[in-house]
């Protein structure tokens, strides 16, 4: 089974400064897409950034980045620039293939100080 | 970008009631739709997995009798939560994939989030 961990139940970072998230999964599958949500308190999901597990380059999405380490199974988002609206909870997800489920991280609740 | 709505955001309901939760997608047809169950402070939780003309596929612990799902078309899920107990309060997520065409970019299916309902069971 697939299982996604996220050890970081909450991190705190100053406004303008960068911080980064946390992430390692477990599979034994080849083709698989690895993602960063953020939930607002709305609850809505939004999708922050997507990384496809056969591409060696890692992703980014503006002030988003991913740091992809396939071989240690490891997906860490890095933001830069924190602003007030990055505020939320933010869940790493994976998922195998291209129709299937996501499987979730317990989640991180990210904190910006001003 | 690809939009999913739930019906209702909120429901409120007595003890023993069923309760019925839509999820549609408007603007693209997806054949395979997905329900989670989020219970406070907590991740999603995947419940199951349905597709259009056939029956859903539940995760392993979650009732199929209690918990009714029926994707009748290709826009649209339904998620029925049959003779309600206070447990059973949770926010409902549904998500449906979609279709992205990149152009020249690569092209993909990716997953659309509806907005949830909290479902309060007195």
């Known amino acids: 089974a697939q299982t996604v961990t996220q050890s970081q139940p909450e991190m705190s970072v100053q406004e303008a400064e960068t911080v980064t998230l946390s992430c390692t999964y477990d599979?034994?599958?080849?083709?698989?897409?690895l993602f960063w949500y953020k939930q607002p308190p709305s609850r809505q999901m939004i999708l922050v950034i997507r990384?496809?597990?056969?591409?060696?380059q890692n992703a980014t999405e503006n002030r988003f980045s991913v740091n992809f380490q396939k071989a240690a199974k490891s997906f860490s988002l890095k933001i830069s620039d924190s602003q007030l609206g990055d505020a939320a909870m933010y869940f790493c997800?994976?998922?195998?293939?291209?129709?299937?489920?996501?499987?979730f991280g317990a989640g991180t609740r990210l904190t910006v100080k001003p | 970008g690809a939009v999913v709505s739930q019906h209702p955001s909120r429901v409120i309901c007595k003890s023993g009631t069923s309760v019925k939760i839509e999820c549609r997608s408007l603007?693209?047809?997806?054949?395979?739709m997905f329900w989670y169950r989020q219970f406070p402070k907590q991740s999603l939780m995947l419940m199951a997995t349905?597709?259009?003309?056939?029956?859903?596929?539940?995760e392993q612990g979650v009732e199929k009798d209690k918990f009714l799902i029926n994707h009748a078309s290709l826009t649209l899920s339904t998620l029925t939560v049959t003779s309600a107990h206070p447990e059973d309060s949770s926010f409902y997520i549904c998500?449906?994939?979609?279709?992205?065409?990149?152009?020249?970019?690569?092209?993909?299916?990716?997953?659309?989030f509806g907005p949830g309902t909290r479902l309060t069971v007195l």
């Open positions: 998500s449906a994939i979609g279709f992205i065409f990149g152009g020249q970019k690569s092209s993909y299916n990716e997953q659309f």
């Open positions: 603007d693209f047809q997806a054949t395979t």
């Open positions: 349905s597709n259009e003309g056939s029956k859903a596929t539940y």
């Open positions: 997800a994976y998922r195998m293939g291209n129709n299937n489920d996501m499987r």
């Open positions: 990384q496809e597990a056969y591409k060696q």
């Open positions: 599979t034994s599958e080849s083709d698989y897409y």
